[in-house]
């Protein structure tokens, strides 16, 4: 999943659509929030720890995104 995501992160950042990021990275922190306050017999580490690595990948696209805007003086609010 995370290679889907990291291709997503790149198309929206080549396309500097920043609102798509922006949503993509509420979504996955919605989830792992809703998976964190879980309990009971099931485990959801793993579910997690790859929302935790998406999380990541959206970030750096976010910081790539941003860097891009500045050397062009743009606002990538797409």
């Known amino acids: 999943m995370s290679n889907a995501i990291a291709q997503i992160v790149d198309a929206y950042v080549r396309l500097k659509n920043r609102r798509g ?6 979504h996955r922190q919605r989830l792992a929030v809703d998976l964190k306050s879980r309990s009971g017999a099931y485990d959801f580490s793993l579910p997690i720890s790859k929302i935790d690595e998406e999380i990541a990948i959206i ?3 976010l910081r790539r995104l941003k860097a891009e805007s500045t050397d062009t003086g743009t606002t990538g609010t797409a």
């Open 59 to 61: 970030e750096e696209g």
């Open 21 to 26: 990021l922006d949503e993509l990275m509420m």
